[in-house]
């Protein structure tokens, strides 16, 4: 499969919520094959933006965009693009676990492709699902149940299972926005070394309020601040996790890092 | 000195003077003695007797209350009391109804009623029968027939049109049409039934010619009982889908239509169901617009889009205001009787089945 | 735009068209959109169908309208009528259904209110055509000594004058089925907005010291006072439109002041009686008289939501 059609360039990107903006002027480059963590205060609009990156955003009523995402060099806002297609490309894993509730194990990870009508033959389907689940590390804890509600698994494996089902469809990027923030620290500890095997295969952007989970999982570091309420979230820096942990070149994110203030 | 103090003080301070446990026993026994000399005094009536004891006791109570347990102790016994009362005030007429539903309703009640109609059964039939010269027959075969298409008809109009509306203020729905549906769905669900009989009846004298009657005509009258009923109820169950299974439904890159359709639908569709169940209970007893539209007929009539077509409500409505034989009304009133718990049946039936729809096929959300 | 099976094979990837999914969202929304549409194109048509059917009988010379005298000296006994049954409905329902909700959210043992619950809603669900008969062959033979009682020692009153009906059936007899009709309405919705009021006050009262009925007072009645509104305005606007109860049970007649004598009618029934047999300028004079019917109700049913605003759509998103 390419795995490498996903480099994502943002543009003074300005993201607003009827006419208040909640992020200004961010622009920043998001590499192939790389872990991309956004850490910062809340309300700093790191959720807020990394919805933008396959329009999530457009959720909610009178939120809308200025500026660009490039998806190799591909407005995701250009005027013919489908924001349905886009999001089969850029997959996404939210806070709280979200299984369909009405649907078996097995259905929620082929929901992406059979709830977009698609007919396959049941041999290929059983393939996606126990690739996927592998994938997910949860092929073994649930290959003797796959026909139970995905909602009688723990917090953990839901959110597992909702990471196969986001890479059923063979997505090149996966956004993860805070996935472990309703998890235990074992659950969580399970979902970090699946972050690990999955940037073989994916781009992967992760909105974290966890520093160490940051600086465990990500490459590459964005921090996000707010100056004050009602003003806009902005990105202050971006560089190695590295180096945003150690030498970070902006004050207030070493003030942030090191606990001073957030 | 304190050591000596603390016993004392502090039964004095937490304990009340309070009447007995057994004082409003008591009060109603000697309450009911009062009471039955009371009536006695006027000519002995059950509900005098029950009013004056009522009266009785209220007075009795809340005058011990007040002298030994304090003003606001008092006013409460009084409120207590009337609270009791209004309950068992409003027990009589409520029980009183499904009471004389089941004994005026079973005697005639039973498969010879609910198979056979009243083509050719006359006044005469049931002045004979009232003789004991012949069997009682007639039944609402028909009324029952014509019950079933009509509310048949109905709902296949209403859901759809219904349920896709509240898809569409849930789902869609922003600014100014959907607060008009939302306004109007309101104002709809106020309509009085008679007035929904006229529309129809009106709409289809216009379209067909005046005085056209069929069960259809019927079921459009219901269908704009119906209709806002289903929107609001469907609304209600739509709108408590979390959001969350809308995103993530998105995220997989999925068209909105089908996360509506395969997602969100399934999730909510017991709430639906038992909705739209509780709608047809609703308008499966209308009246009043069948009479207006759908008319009287004694006969079996299997098309709804031709001639009268007679329903459950209707039939109880013509066999208790014009008996076949205004002579001897009774045999016709056992018909109406029976034909009225057939009715209640039948919303009860639904009712329970609303109720189990939605406990049963509820989602799983727990472990 | 036609590549499909060669798609449908690969499913991963399998990036449908987007022009194909644009067009079933179009389509869907669409449908949605017009099923809206046809509700709002439905309460226009009954507007205009009644307006427009009741236009003779409003433009008619008054001499040719029943009573002779016009369409508005035709209709105002009714709406007297209509407003007299309601308002006996409401003066009796309201109190004890209020008693009757207080009962089981505050004063019955848990079990047992749940049952209770139960069996209100069933008792609203009773249609309303056995009221009707319920009330002329039990209520209306039971209350006839208590109109009798009325007549002869409150007289006096307009509201009682004499002779009382022999059969029961007269508007208060009507407007007692109308009360006991919309008692399991207003039960319902108050009892369900009184268990709602927030345990915290309610503890809150109970802590310093207040009685039962000091704690129902202080919390339940204004937390409830909305909902026990709209309760009872629904109810009004029911005992208003109610056709079947009242043209059953009432022996209709002319106007008089008197509820415990025959006569009297309301519009619905008036329009129920008379409209199978109607023909001509009686049925747009019938139309008329349910336009008005209409009237009413809206108005009641406004002034009920004014009372009320509805809940808003609450959000899960972020």
Not at chain 1, 76 to 85: C, E, F, H, K, N
Not at chain 1, 203 to 223: E, G, K, L, P, Y
Not at chain 1, 243 to 261: C, H, L, M, W
Not at chain 2, 101 to 124: C, D, I, Q
Request: with cysteine.
């Amino acid at each position: 499969m390419p795995a490498h059609a996903n480099r994502i360039d943002v543009g003074d990107l300005n993201v607003y919520y009827g006419s208040f903006k909640a992020v200004e002027d961010v622009s920043m480059v998001i590499e192939p094959g790389s872990v991309t963590a956004f850490i910062g205060p809340s309300g700093c609009g790191k959720s807020t933006f990394i919805r933008t990156l396959n329009r999530m955003h457009e959720v909610v009523p009178g939120a809308r965009v200025e500026g660009k995402v490039l998806l190799d060099g591909e407005d995701l806002y250009g005027a013919d693009v489908d924001p349905v297609v886009v999001r089969r490309q850029i997959g996404m894993v939210f806070q709280r676990p979200n299984p369909f509730p009405t649907m078996s194990i097995r259905d929620n990870v082929l929901a992406g492709i059979k709830l977009n009508g698609a007919r396959i033959r049941r041999s290929e389907s059983d393939e996606i699902v126990e690739q996927s689940l592998r994938g997910a590390n949860l092929w073994t804890e649930v290959k003797d149940r796959l026909d139970k509600p995905g909602s009688g698994l723990s917090g953990g494996q839901q959110q597992r299972l909702c990471i196969a089902r986001a890479i059923a469809v063979q997505p090149d990027v996966l956004l993860m926005d805070e996935p472990c923030s309703a998890l235990d620290p074992i659950s969580t500890l399970a979902i970090e070394d699946l972050i690990s095997e999955l940037k073989k295969n994916y781009t992967i952007v992760i909105v974290t309020h966890n520093m160490q989970q940051a600086s465990r999982v990500s490459d590459r570091t964005a921090f996000f601040n707010i100056e004050g309420t009602g003003k806009p979230g902005r990105l202050v820096e971006m560089d190695d996790t590295a180096k945003i942990f150690t030498n970070p070149s902006v004050q207030a994110t070493e003030d942030y890092v090191s606990g001073r203030f957030g | 000195m304190t050591t000596d103090a603390v016993p004392a003080t502090a039964t004095g301070t937490l304990t009340h003077r309070r009447l007995p446990r057994y004082a409003p026993a008591v009060t109603l026994a000697l309450s009911a003695a009062v009471g039955a000399g009371l009536s006695a005094a006027v000519g002995f009536s059950v509900p005098a007797f029950v009013v004056g004891a009522l009266l009785a006791y209220m007075a009795t109570i809340t005058i011990a209350a007040g002298v030994v347990e304090g003003r606001r102790k008092a006013v409460d016994r009084l409120v207590t009391s009337l609270v009791y009362a209004a309950f068992g005030i409003a027990l009589v007429p409520l029980t009183s109804v499904v009471w004389s539903v089941l004994a005026n309703g079973l005697p005639r009640f039973g498969a010879e009623f609910l198979t056979t109609s009243l083509r050719n059964v006359t006044g005469l039939h049931d002045q004979q029968a009232a003789e004991g010269l012949a069997p009682y027959i007639g039944g609402a075969y028909h009324a029952v027939l014509g019950t079933f298409l009509i509310t048949a008809l109905a709902t296949l109009i209403s859901v759809p049109v219904g349920l896709l509306a509240s898809i569409y203020l849930v789902e869609y729905g922003r600014g100014r049409l959907a607060r008009a549906i939302t306004f109007f769905v309101d104002v709809m669900t106020g309509i009085p039934s008679i007035v929904a009989g006229l529309f129809a009846a009106a709409l289809f004298g216009v379209l067909f010619g005046v005085g056209t009657r069929n069960g259809f005509a019927g079921a459009v009258a219901l269908s704009v009982l119906m209709i806002p009923v289903v929107v609001r109820s469907s609304e209600e169950m739509l709108r408590i889908v979390p959001n969350e299974l809308r995103e993530a439904a998105y995220a997989l890159g999925i068209p909105k239509w089908r996360a509506v359709v395969r997602v969100v639908l399934p999730t909510a569709i017991s709430g639906i169901a038992s909705g739209i169940t509780l709608a047809i209970a609703r308008v499966v007893g209308e009246t009043a617009p069948l009479i207006v539209t759908a008319g009287f007929t004694s006969s079996i009539n299997n098309n709804p889009f031709a001639d009268w077509m007679m329903s459950l409500p209707a039939y109880v409505y013509s066999q208790a205001m014009r008996p076949l034989s205004g002579s001897t009304p009774e045999p016709s009133l056992d018909r109406a009787w029976a034909a009225a718990l057939t009715l209640v049946i039948i919303v009860m039936a639904l009712n329970l089945v609303a109720r189990l729809v939605a406990r049963l096929f509820a989602p799983k959300n727990s472990r | 735009m036609t590549i499909t099976t060669t798609d449908v094979q690969t499913p991963p990837n399998a990036s449908s068209t987007p022009a194909k999914n644009r067009a079933g969202d179009r389509n869907f929304s669409w449908a949605t959109r017009g099923a809206g549409m046809l509700i709002l194109v439905v309460l226009a048509g009954v507007a205009a169908f009644l307006l427009l059917e009741s236009l003779p009988a409003l433009s008619a010379d008054p001499a040719d309208i029943e009573g002779g005298e016009g369409f508005f000296a035709y209709v105002w006994p009714l709406v007297f009528g209509t407003l007299a049954a309601a308002l006996i409905a409401l003066i009796v329902a309201t109190p004890l259904a209020l008693g009757i909700a207080l009962f089981i959210s505050h004063y019955a043992p848990r079990r047992l209110s749940q049952g209770l619950g139960y069996v209100v809603d069933l008792l609203a669900a009773i249609p309303s055509v056995v009221y009707g008969l319920w009330g002329i062959q039990w209520l209306a033979p039971n209350v006839r000594g208590a109109w009798q009682w009325l007549a002869d020692h409150l007289g006096f009153v307009p509201l009682f004058t004499g002779p009382a009906s022999a059969t029961g059936r007269t508007l208060m007899t009507a407007g007692l089925v109308l009360a006991v009709m919309i008692l399991p309405i207003i039960t319902a919705i108050a009892r369900e907005v009184f268990l709602q009021t927030p345990a915290l006050h309610q503890e809150a009262a109970l802590a310093l010291g207040a009685t039962r009925w000091e704690m129902i007072r202080m919390t339940v009645l204004p937390f409830g006072r909305p909902g026990l509104i709209s309760g009872v305005m629904l109810g009004l606007g029911r005992a208003l439109g109610e056709t079947m109860a009242v043209a059953m049970v009432l022996s209709t007649g002319g106007f008089t002041w008197s509820m415990v004598t025959s006569g009297n009618s309301t519009i619905a029934a008036e329009i129920a009686l008379d409209f199978p047999e109607s023909a001509g300028l009686k049925t747009n004079t019938l139309i008329a008289a349910g336009l008005v019917l209409f009237v009413i109700t809206l108005a009641v049913n406004m002034a009920a939501r004014r009372v009320v605003t509805r809940r808003q759509a609450f959000s899960g998103a972020n």
